[in-house]
C-alpha cells in the first residue's frame, strides 16, 4: 500500500451560489497558501538536509511538511469543485472533511541518495502533473457549468477530479521527501455517491392466466 492516501466523498448536488463566485471566495485560500508555501520551502530544505546526514526524517518536519501538503490538496479540490465544503486554514488532519490525504507514519530510515537527488527524480512526475493540470482546468470548467445551470455534478467529473487530486497528493508528498517510493497512479478513492442505487434484480414479469 502506497503511503500517502487520498479519499474524497462525492456530492452530487453543490451549492449553487458558492460554485458560481468560487475563484472570489478563494482569495483569503490563496492568501494562506502563499504564507505555508514560504514555511515549507523552508522546511522542505532543512528536511533534505536532515534525512542526508541522518537518514531518517524527524517527526515534527515529518508532520509539518505532510500537513501543508494536505492543506494544499483540500484546497485544491474545493478550488476545482469536488467539494463545496469550505477548507480549513489549518493543516491538522480532519476525518470529518470530505477531502482526505492520509500519511502513513515516517520510516525507520529513508535513502540518503534518493534524497541527494530528489529535485532529479520527480522531474516526470512534474511534468505529467503539470499536463493533467489542463485536464483539471477542462474537467472544473464542465463541473462550473453542470452545477450552476443544472444544479447537480455528474460522478464522472467527480471521478477525474479525484484522479487528479489524488496523483497530486502523491506527487507532492514524493517531493517533500514524505516517501522514497515512487508515486504510482490509480489509488485514490472517491465514495459516498449521495445517491441510493438499486442493484436488485428486475421483477419477473407475471406469469399468463391459463387459458
Known amino acids: ?17 458558492t460554485t458560481f463566485f468560487r475563484i472570489i471566495l478563494a482569495i483569503p485560500w490563496m492568501i494562506v497558501a502563499l504564507f505555508w508555501g514560504i514555511l515549507v520551502s523552508i522546511t522542505h530544505l532543512v528536511a533534505w538536509v536532515v534525512v542526508i546526514i541522518i537518514g531518517r526524517y ?3 518536519l515529518y508532520n509539518f511538511n505532510a500537513g501543508v501538503v494536505r492543506f494544499g ?3 485544491s479540490a474545493w478550488l476545482y469543485l469536488q467539494t463545496d465544503v469550505w477548507p480549513p486554514f489549518g493543516i491538522s488532519d480532519d476525518p470529518s472533511y470530505p477531502i482526505r490525504v492520509n500519511f502513513a507514519p515516517p520510516a525507520a530510515r529513508q535513502s540518503r541518495l534518493k534524497a541527494l537527488f530528489r529535485i532529479i527524480l520527480v522531474l516526470p512526475m512534474l511534468i505529467v502533473s503539470y499536463g493533467i493540470g ?33 496523483f497530486n497528493a502523491r506527487v507532492g508528498g514524493y517531493y517533500v521527501l514524505l516517501t522514497d517510493d515512487y508515486p504510482p497512479i490509480g489509488l485514490e478513492k472517491a465514495t459516498g455517491t449521495g445517491v441510493a442505487l438499486d442493484t436488485a434484480p428486475p421483477a419477473e414479469p407475471p406469469a399468463a392466466p391459463a387459458a
Open 1 to 17: 500500500m502506497y503511503p500517502i492516501d487520498y479519499e474524497a466523498d462525492f456530492n452530487p448536488t453543490p451549492n449553487r451560489w
Open 58 to 60: 524527524p517527526q515534527g
Open 73 to 75: 490538496i483540500r484546497f
Open 134 to 166: 489542463y485536464m483539471q482546468l477542462g474537467v472544473s470548467a464542465v463541473s462550473w457549468l453542470a452545477i450552476v445551470f443544472r444544479g447537480y455534478q455528474p460522478e464522472g467529473i467527480n471521478s477525474a477530479l479525484t484522479f487528479v487530486n489524488g
